[in-house]
């Protein structure tokens, strides 16, 4: 078992809609939490980033994090076509080397005019 | 900020050559991570550098890779006798020491093909 999941996807939906994209973690140190972007032939780009349970809003972004469940979630709000890319959950723990990040496989998103 | 340089940006070889990365990060982060993403899947971690030291390295980061960070600054990522296996995009990322207030900031990638 995978320390972090992802569904891959694809998931499709209409301009405007409300997405919610999803991930599980079994490894409780996990205490830094973070939401990256990818376009394809591009490097991952950080959309959110936290360190503690909650919501996190960031203008059509929302993240949440249940760390009693280990699942964390991202919200788009108004999905443009413009948002149609891999999104990527990845984590780590606070202690020793926080850049060391386990990734979740990836969702591929695609918003259509 | 001209954000994390990574060269070249596609690197087409045959089995068994070797191969040589590059990435800048930017200028003012003294933290490196070099990751390995294969098609469909999350960058996977392999290794990362605090200034020249190189702190860490992943059990994936087998005996015919090799990273260097001269001087702190750029850091070169080489694989020797290069296998189908290591076909995969390379990414560098950058950060500074603390990373709670500064997330990991990565560049393109190096995509690598092995025929």
């Known amino acids: 078992q995978k320390e972090v999941e992802q569904d891959p996807g694809p998931l499709s939906v209409p301009e405007g809609a409300i997405v919610s994209l999803n991930c599980t973690y079994s490894?409780?140190?996990?205490?830094?939490f973070m939401w990256y972007r990818q376009y394809s032939r591009k490097g991952p780009e950080l959309l959110m980033y936290?360190?503690?349970?909650g919501n996190k809003e960031d203008g059509r972004f929302t993240a949440q994090v249940d760390k009693s469940s280990k699942y964390i979630s991202l919200f788009i709000r108004d999905s443009q076509p413009s948002d149609s890319a891999t999104y990527l959950c990845?984590?780590?723990?606070?202690?020793?080397?926080?850049?060391?990040?386990?990734f979740g496989q990836g969702t591929t998103l695609q918003v259509k005019p | 900020d001209t954000g994390v340089s990574q060269n070249p940006r596609h690197k087409i070889t045959k089995r068994g050559q070797n191969v040589t990365f590059r990435c800048d990060p930017i200028?003012?982060?003294?933290?490196l991570y070099w990751y390995r993403q294969t098609l469909g899947q999350g960058p996977e971690f392999l290794t990362y550098?605090?200034?020249?030291?190189?702190?860490?390295k992943s059990r994936l980061l087998s005996d015919r890779f090799s990273a260097e960070r001269p001087k702190g600054s750029f850091s070169t990522l080489e694989i020797q006798r290069t296998e189908q296996g290591d076909s995969a995009m390379y990414l560098c990322?950058?950060?500074?020491?603390?990373?709670?207030?500064?997330?990991?900031?990565f560049g393109n990638g190096t995509r690598l093909t092995v025929t």
């Open positions: 200028s003012e982060h003294n933290r």
């Open positions: 990322a950058s950060s500074t020491r603390d990373s709670i207030n500064s997330p990991l900031h």
């Open positions: 936290t360190y503690s349970s």
């Open positions: 490894n409780s140190a996990f205490q830094y």
């Open positions: 990845a984590m780590s723990a606070l202690r020793g080397n926080t850049g060391k990040l386990i």
């Open positions: 550098f605090q200034n020249e030291a190189q702190l860490e």
